[in-house]
């Protein structure tokens, strides 16, 4: 019996109703078996001004869908205060959507993981008296049912589920709770059949998704997520679809640690390898990553750039070759959807990690075959029978029509390579400073007491990454005067000062860590003051929410000599939440009488800093960004947009046992341990200055350092493609283009034949044809873009034999 869903809301906008339904693990649009692609832009992450460029760009690259997660805290910062504006508008963003032409799917969870604070709850949940997480708590259900039918009925109301007429067609309810609902035993159990319950209870009439869900209650239908998905994952119930929720086309960034590269060739071997396995609707995490601009960024210790290597970047500029190698399997795909839709298929093994896959159209007889190899680094010479012989790399998917004909292999890239610089702007900067005021937490006193040390996020309910836990220690003449102050936090960064001068600072990734430093007492009173910061509150795992920040509990002690140890974790201590310079707003154009800004003696490495600079903004179109190095850490502003939290000293470095490498082996499951780049750097230096964020009139920076910097280093620099690159085999349309409006200045290098190295250091191979580079030259040189038919005829005599399979490498200047 065909499940249909779509009828309920039917009658509200009957001429545009789109009916979403399932069966059969086909996934029907108006009754229509469809193959979808789909990709993750999360509207927080990009400003309003950029959505409807990121989508159209989507579009271009071949996806009819995109997918976002709602988060939570953003909206309801405050317990029934919601905040639906700015780039938290998602209503305009599925609007946006809608009028590209395009579908949504909206994962409400309402958790969402995602590398996002706290996972996307909000802090004052945490507070609640008797709630418990994710499992059966009455509490947390109630909470949780409250906000995803407040999203719902906005939905309902601004008509944008399929049935009415919208782009929604596929709704998720949780995240990924199969993955660690193990430890919530039996109550665990019940919270996913009442998820399953409350969704179906929002009657959307379109199917709901529960990711890595692998005992989803019916009709929820369970997908997968991860690198890969194909012939392991099955859904629970035939009826349900095969499909990915998640496909990571890279990965997020730790402070501290390296850039993780995932190949186009092998996010398009698994796109392909997925649909051979007869998948039918498959989603990009991220197709544009975007920016954890604010104090968004999960962790602890995520950086503020959420790139994530996608095929958009973090500005919006095409990721390439991984944007137009995956384009192009969209098209093949595509063409082919008539066939795959029909699941006729016969799978044969060919040898060992060697499967052809035959799609058969029942009413024409065609096929379209692929054809895998998932050997690691084994290419294969595959009898194709009647059809001849046919090579095929390892870890790749070729895809044939009729069985001998490739439309695609994975393994070959025919798209142009970009390489992106910074180019420096000519805006001048000229800072004025002021410092932190510190002269009431320096004395001890703060907004409240309590006589232990308290969780911090429970009492900053997150409005801040700084909280002061100050106290007073009376010194008698019994106590050694040099001692070592120790504290135990569980992090994530800790400031330190005793009798009002900086003692030092200390911070771990991942957090918890002990503060060690000598101290000199004296006699009588004694001022601690601790400023312990966090860097994004953790977002994943079995009870996350519970894991603690701040100096909770300590202990914090002073050991004199002879291990003389004096506890003065249940001391009287005086708190405070967020800086002086954050609750006058600092950051704000604010110019307040007191504490003036100066220009005189602006100084260098002073810690606890703010600066501020005014400037015009970087002329063109190109995407703005400001190298930060020379600071430490901290934050920034631009005409009070929070462009997120900064931290260029924090040196790239591989975890233990990897190392970064020019290279990438595509070859092989790719993990997020695999493919780093970026060592010896800052993990993150550039930060991006939405253009949105400047005016044509004076704008103003302001940046908070933490532990000294250097803000006369700090610059402005736009980012453009400097060089493109092609690379393509005979047969191929080459396709050089320098994004945004720029021409093509020059031909660096221009080789048909068996040309040698890559992007940035082509060399000519053994053969090559006389007249490549000015053929080139005409059709490019001044031009935003140009097409390459690459055939041997086009470029003259060559001195190539006959076997050597040809191609044309290109490298232009920008
Ligand atoms: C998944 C999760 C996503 C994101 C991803 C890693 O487990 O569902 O929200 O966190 O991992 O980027």
């Known amino acids: 019996m065909l499940l249909v869903l779509g009828l309920t809301l039917f009658s509200l906008s009957p001429s545009r109703a789109t009916e979403v339904s399932y069966d059969k693990g086909q996934l029907l649009i108006n009754g229509e078996p469809r193959i979808l692609l789909s990709g993750s832009i999360h509207y927080p992450r990009s400003t309003v001004e950029m959505w409807p460029d990121l989508i159209q760009k989507a579009k271009e690259g071949g996806l009819d869908t995109i997918e976002t997660y709602v988060f939570w805290n953003a909206h309801e910062p405050h317990r029934r205060e919601y905040n639906f504006k700015g780039n938290l508008d998602l209503v305009r963003f599925l609007k946006t959507v809608q009028e590209a032409g395009l579908y949504a799917i909206l994962r409400i969870g309402p958790y969402a993981c995602a590398e996002w604070n706290y996972g996307g709850f909000p802090v004052w949940l945490h507070n609640l008296p008797g709630v418990k997480f994710r499992t059966d708590n009455q509490v947390f259900k109630d909470e949780m049912q409250n906000f995803t039918t407040l999203i719902v009925d906005m939905i309902k109301k601004e008509k944008l589920l399929a049935p009415q007429g919208g782009p929604i067609i596929l709704t998720q309810i949780e995240n990924e709770y199969g993955n660690i609902m193990g430890p919530y035993g039996e109550e665990g159990q019940r919270y996913i059949q009442w998820c399953a319950k409350m969704a179906e209870s929002q009657n959307t009439g379109i199917p709901w998704l529960m990711c890595q869900q692998e005992n989803a209650p019916q009709p929820m239908i369970n997908t997968c997520n991860g690198f890969y998905c194909d012939w392991n994952f099955k859904p629970n119930n035939p009826k349900s679809p095969k499909m990915w929720t998640e496909n990571w086309t890279g990965w997020f960034i730790g402070w501290g640690l390296p850039f993780h590269q995932r190949a186009a060739e092998d996010v398009a071997f698994a ?357 930060m190095q020379g600071m430490s850490k901290g934050h920034a502003w631009i005409n009070g947009h929070s462009l997120g939290r900064f931290w260029p000293t924090m040196i790239a470095q591989a975890p233990k046992g990897y190392s970064c490498s020019d290279t990438c082996d595509y070859r092989g499951n790719y993990h997020d341990h695999k493919c780093f780049s970026n060592c010896g750097n800052p993990s993150q230096r550039w930060y991006h200055v939405p253009r949105s964020f400047l005016s044509d009139e004076d704008n103003t920076l302001v940046l908070f350092d933490e532990m000294g910097g250097n803000p006369t280093q700090v610059s402005f620099q736009t980012v453009i493609v400097g060089k493109t690159c092609g690379n393509a085999y005979e047969g191929n349309t080459l396709e050089l283009s320098c994004q945004d409006g720029q021409t093509i200045s020059a031909i660096e290098f221009a080789s048909f034949g068996d040309p040698q190295g890559k992007c940035g250091s082509f060399k000519k191979g053994s053969c090559d044809a006389t007249n490549t580079l000015s053929v080139l030259e005409t059709a490019c040189v001044g031009k935003e873009s140009c097409l390459i038919n690459v055939l041997e005829a086009n470029f003259g005599s060559n001195s190539c034999s006959l076997n050597t399979p040809k191609r044309l490498a290109v490298q232009a200047i920008c």
């Not at 998948?279 to 601009?293: A, E």
């Not at 007889?365 to 895998?372: E, K, Q, R, T, V």
């Not at 798209?415 to 009431?440: C, G, M, Y």
């Not at 002879?562 to 405070?576: M, P």
């Open 271 to 627: 796109v392909a390898h997925f649909f051979q396995s007869g998948g039918v609707l498959q989603n990009y995490y991220m197709y544009h990553g975007g920016t954890n601009f604010g104090r968004t960024s999960g962790g602890p210790y995520i950086t503020t750039s959420y790139d994530y290597d996608a095929p958009l970047d973090e500005y919006g500029l095409l990721n390439q070759p991984k944007w137009g190698h995956l384009k192009r399997l969209h098209e093949v795909i595509k063409s082919a959807e008539k066939i795959l839709v029909q699941q006729l298929v016969t799978h044969k093994d060919i040898e060992s990690n060697v499967v052809l896959s035959t799609f058969i159209n029942n009413s024409t007889g065609n096929s379209i075959c692929f054809l895998s190899n998932v050997n690691n680094n084994k290419d294969v010479i595959v009898d194709l029978q009647n059809n001849g012989k046919y090579f095929l790399p390892a870890w790749s998917v070729s895809i044939l029509v009729n069985c001998n004909k490739e439309v695609y292999n994975t393994a070959k890239v025919s798209t142009q390579i970009s390489l992106k610089t910074k180019k420096p702007s000519n805006v001048e900067l000229s800072w004025v400073w002021k410092a932190e005021p510190l002269k009431d937490t320096l004395k001890g006193m703060g907004t409240f007491t309590a006589t232990k040390l308290l969780e911090q996020k429970a009492t900053t309910i997150d409005a801040s990454d700084y909280q002061w836990y100050m106290t007073r220690v009376d010194i008698d003449a019994s106590f050694p005067k040099n001692a070592t102050l120790r504290v135990n936090t569980t992090g994530h960064v800790l400031h330190v000062y005793v009798n009002k001068k900086r003692i030092g600072s200390d911070w771990r990734s991942g957090g918890g860590f002990v503060f060690e430093k000598p101290v000199n007492l004296k006699k009588g009173v004694n001022l601690i003051s601790l400023l312990s910061v966090t860097v994004g509150l953790t977002n994943y795992g079995s009870f996350f929410d519970l894991v603690p920040s701040g100096i909770v509990g300590g202990p914090v002690q002073l050991i004199g000599s002879g291990n003389v140890t004096k506890d003065i974790s249940l001391n009287e201590w005086s708190y405070k939440i967020g800086l002086n310079g954050e609750n006058k707003q600092f950051y704000g154009d604010n110019l307040s009488r007191k504490n003036k800004w100066t220009s005189e003696g602006l100084p260098i490495n002073r810690p606890m800093t703010w600066y501020k600079t005014t400037f015009k903004a970087p002329l063109g179109r190109n995407p703005v960004v400001i190298d």
